[in-house]
Structures are given as C-alpha cells and as structure tokens.
C-alpha cells in the first residue's frame, strides 16, 4: 500500500523534509503539521484509511507509536539530527551566510550559555528566538551534503518513496 500522509510535529520538521526529499529526488505524499506531538493522535484519525508515516522527537515519540503506521525517530530533534550531519562549523556557516553570526556570538556569551557545548548553544540559538526553527531548518536541510542527510530523514524519504 502507497503511503498517502506524513505527519510531523511541526513546521520546521515539513520544510526540511520537503528540501531534502527534493534534492533527493523523491515525490512526497502530502506533508501534515500536527502542532505538536499531542496532535498527532487526532490527526491520524482524519487519516485512518491511509497510510500514515511520521518523524518525532525522541522524547515524544510516544505520541506517535501506535498512531501511525510507521514512526522516524529524531534524537533529540530535527535540530539535533542537522547540527550533527552538518557539524557545528556548517552550521555556522549557515548562519554566516543570513547574516546573523554576530547574533549567535553574543548569545554565546551570556552567562547561561558560556559553559555550554556548541551545540547546545545552537540549539538554543534555534530555539531561543521565534521563527529561527522555521527559517534555518530548511537552510540547514539544502546546506547538508547528500551523504550525510541524518538516517531517521532519510529513511521516512525513503519509505515514503515505496
């Protein structure tokens, strides 16, 4: 049976999943924001005659299991999985290249962050500001070599590909 849906957590998680399905060559079925893991048994349900696929974080992936039909598991999180394929130097590069480098070194400076491994501090860069998930997910899904796209997003290309 051909998957019909994928369910994500968020916007951030559809924009990079459709970036890389592209440079990978891959047609994807529809893509569904659920707002968050809660959602997803409620959107499964408007899709219970399809078959469903879905990413999720580690620490909420008992929101999807048993809810859709396949789940790909993010460790910790979209964010996490395209800081480690690009490594913390690609990421900056990413960040160099819209500009904002000066914003993440100041961030690295307060007193909360100095201690903080890199990419945590990314993390927090990501995180800590609204729409930065939305505007460097898809960034760092097209900056990523093909190589190294991280396995859950490859494998829920692939699958979804049949």
Request: overall charge neutral; glycine content about 10%.
């Amino acid at each position: 049976m051909r998957v019909t849906v994928m369910l994500v957590e968020g916007e951030s998680d559809r924009l990079a999943l459709e970036v890389l399905g592209e440079r990978m060559g891959v047609l994807l079925p529809r893509i569904r924001s659920v707002g968050g893991a809660g959602g997803a048994r409620r959107a499964a349900l408007s899709h219970r005659d399809e078959v469903i696929l879905g990413l999720v974080d580690v620490n909420e992936r008992s929101q999807f299991e048993g809810v859709v039909s396949s789940v790909f598991i993010c460790d910790p999180d979209l964010e996490g999985e395209l800081i480690r394929a690009l490594t913390p130097e690609g990421v900056l590069a990413v960040i160099a290249d819209e500009g904002e480098l000066e914003s993440f070194r100041r961030l690295q400076q307060q007193v909360a962050q100095r201690s903080a491994p890199i990419e945590s501090q990314l993390a927090r860069f990501f995180g800590g500001r609204s729409g930065n998930k939305h505007r460097y997910a898809p960034l760092m899904a097209a900056a990523v070599p093909i190589d190294r796209i991280p396995r859950p997003l490859r494998a829920l290309i692939l699958a979804a590909a049949g």
